[in-house]
């Protein structure tokens, strides 16, 4: 199995922009896809980005593309979320999330989550 921890949220101004960090340790990371998940106060988890374990393929939701980057290394055992041109409506508890199968990557049922990190967009 797999442990994960996310850092590099906070409180940035609209039209700001985070990198969000997923130190993975436990077992090697490179067998695992990951995926970015959210949940805004009062609102259900939500689908944001997701990368195989190769780093070949990438997805991401519709309010995801164009402003978010999902990357990794893994080498370093690391996942990246890079938001970009946030808005008000980004603010929420960001997760990452990996599972090994390479399907379902949009789908909030990975097998491995970190405690999450927040993200606050507002002047």
């Known amino acids: 199995q797999v442990q994960l921890v996310e850092s590099g949220g906070g409180l940035v101004q609209p039209g700001g922009s985070l990198r969000l960090s997923c130190a993975a340790s436990g077992d090697t990371f490179k067998s695992y896809a990951m995926g970015w998940f959210r949940r805004a106060p009062g609102k259900e988890r939500e689908f944001v980005a997701a990368?195989?374990?190769?780093?070949?393929?990438?997805y991401y939701a519709d309010s995801a593309k164009g402003r978010f980057t999902i990357s990794r290394d893994n080498p370093e055992n690391e996942g990246y979320l890079q938001l970009s041109s946030l808005k008000p409506e980004d603010t929420a508890v960001y997760y990452c999330?990996?599972?090994?199968?390479?399907?379902?990557?949009?789908?909030?049922?990975?097998?491995?989550w970190g405690q999450g990190t927040q993200v606050t967009v507002s002047a």
């Open positions: 990368i195989s374990w190769s780093g070949e393929n990438t």
């Open positions: 999330a990996a599972q090994k199968r390479e399907y379902g990557l949009g789908l909030p049922s990975y097998d491995y």
